[in-house]
């Protein structure tokens, strides 16, 4: 039974190139979370997806980034035009519903290394 | 503003003593608390969690007590273990219709000496 997988695990990109991030959530889950880390500091919420529907992005920049996750296939996060702030860890959870009790699974995360 | 705080960037502790991981929240609306634990290039994993209805949860080696009065909590691993080395993060989650967002702390890394 995978866990959530995410690809790639590093990303390098050149200031104002575009990153995409891959995650795929656990077998039956339905549920898709994003969370930032930036150096030093703990996981910050981003965005909650569920299957077609963007359920709240309240954590997302309000430009460049955007998130996706379609009926078929895993769910992307696309940075646009990268600056160096967003190096940092991208780590994306799934859950089976959202009650705030249910646990989220966490995948290994990409590295992303803006230079 | 942190919402979260985990004060202690470390804590190094023996093989076989207590660790003890303290973290304290502002926000009175949390009402659901998480630890996870994280070992380097790996992602966050769940390690035991506490309802605000409830003081104490225990799961094997590892117990976190909610102080809701003080709004802190802290997670109790005994004994100790060299495995048990990592960053743990304090989480926590509100009522209402967001109570999907994890607000974490900055994190605290554990080091068991053998």
């Known amino acids: 039974n995978a866990g959530v997988m995410q690809n790639p695990r590093h990303l390098v990109r050149r200031r104002g190139q575009e990153a995409r991030l891959r995650c795929s959530p656990m077998?039956?889950?339905?549920?898709v979370y994003w969370y930032r880390q930036l150096p030093e500091e703990g996981l910050k919420f981003m965005v909650y997806?569920?299957?077609?529907?963007?359920?709240?992005e309240s954590g997302m920049p309000k430009e460049r980034f955007s998130a996706e996750f379609p009926k078929e296939g895993p769910s992307i996060l696309r940075i646009q035009q990268v600056v160096r702030g967003d190096s940092a860890a991208y780590f994306c959870?799934?859950?089976?519903?959202?009650?705030?009790?249910?646990?989220?699974?966490f995948g290994p995360g990409t590295r992303l290394l803006v230079l | 503003d942190q919402q979260v705080k985990q004060n202690s960037p470390s804590l190094s502790v023996q093989e076989g003593r207590i660790s003890i991981l303290n973290c304290d929240y502002t926000n009175s609306m949390f009402d659901y608390f998480l630890w996870y634990k994280k070992y380097p290039a790996e992602g966050p994993t769940f390690l035991i969690s506490i309802s605000s209805i409830k003081d104490k949860n225990e799961d094997g080696r590892f117990t976190v007590f909610l102080n809701k009065s003080a709004k802190h909590l802290s997670l109790h691993i005994v004994p100790s273990q060299p495995g048990d080395s990592a960053v743990y993060f304090c989480?926590?989650?509100?009522?209402?219709?967001?109570?999907?967002?994890?607000?974490f702390g900055k994190g605290t890394l554990l080091t068991v000496n053998p």
């Open positions: 989480a926590a989650s509100g009522s209402g219709g967001s109570n999907y967002k994890l607000t």
């Open positions: 997806l569920q299957k077609e529907n963007i359920i709240d």
């Open positions: 959870a799934s859950s089976p519903t959202t009650s705030g009790t249910e646990t989220q699974y």
């Open positions: 077998k039956g889950h339905s549920h």
